[in-house]
């Protein structure tokens, strides 16, 4: 199966000892690039809803972008970005065989690059999928990215020879895949927190991001290929609720953490 996570706005910039390689979509990123270093200061800033210090770090950003970086100006993008599903992937404690494996299995949705493999080089950037920048594919992200996204993500589980796709994005970025065109089951799992208030299990952003890079994590170190596997799930306290799921829909229940 293919598993698909989305990106963070923190990054690890920390060197790293790999073998990186080039983005499929390296040229939509530099055509993006060249947009967005066409915006005023005010514009970048109201683009991403950025304070002012952000708003110039990201348009240094995109003025420093190279269309063929040097391999010091760039890292592997599962290592670093350092968002909350980061935390729960921990990419950096992933064995040399497990990386290999999520190479071919994993990927990272991005605004930016479209589509990365964990070990694709990326240079340090912001630029969220729901960002209204205007191009001559549509008037945001969503319409720049979607068909290319859905043809790529059938093209590559083919060549795993999988039907299924495993969203543990966020519906920010995996509304940008476009579903009509998308040929694979898929499957979104959810994560509870049940505070035992009265009010019922409910999702709590942060602990869920987590949960989403676990179960990422889980699935490259088992070799999960089998959508019931996904059921044995048990990490950081969850269980599958089968009273709580639906057909490719499976949810993962555990008790609010207090401490």
């Known amino acids: 199966m293919l598993v698909v996570i989305s990106p963070a706005k923190r990054l690890d910039w920390a060197e790293r000892d790999v073998d990186m390689t080039a983005p499929d979509f390296q040229e939509d990123a530099v055509r993006l690039v060249k947009t967005a270093r066409n915006l005023t200061l005010g514009k970048l800033k109201d683009l991403m809803s950025l304070s002012d210090d952000l708003a110039r770090l990201n348009r ?73 920048l205007k191009t001559r594919r549509g008037s945001d992200l969503y319409g720049y990215w ?26 920010e970025y995996f509304a940008a895949v476009a579903p009509k065109a998308l040929k694979l089951r898929v499957i979104t799992p959810a994560f509870l927190e049940d505070k035992q208030d009265g009010k019922g299990p409910r999702v709590v952003s942060f ?40 057909p490719d829909a499976p949810v993962f229940l555990r008790d609010y953490p207090t401490a």
């Open 60 to 132: 240094d950003r995109f003025a420093a972008f190279e269309a063929e970086p040097a391999g010091g100006t760039t890292r592997p993008a599962a290592l670093a970005f350092a968002g909350d599903t980061y935390q729960g992937l921990e990419a950096s404690t992933l064995s040399e065989d497990d990386l290999t494996w999520a190479q071919d299995h994993l990927r990272i949705l991005s605004g930016l690059y479209g589509l990365l493999r964990p070990l694709d080089a990326i240079q340090p950037y912001r630029l969220e999928m729901g960002s209204r």
């Open 146 to 171: 979607r068909e290319d996204l859905s043809k790529a993500l059938n093209t590559q589980a083919e060549a795993v020879g999988t039907n299924v796709l495993v969203n543990c994005a966020s519906q």
């Open 207 to 246: 602990f869920a991001k987590k949960a989403r890079g676990a179960m990422a994590r889980y699935i490259v170190e088992n070799r999960v290929t089998d959508p019931a596997e996904l059921q044995s799930f048990a990490v950081g306290g969850y269980a599958y609720s089968a009273d709580l799921s639906k």
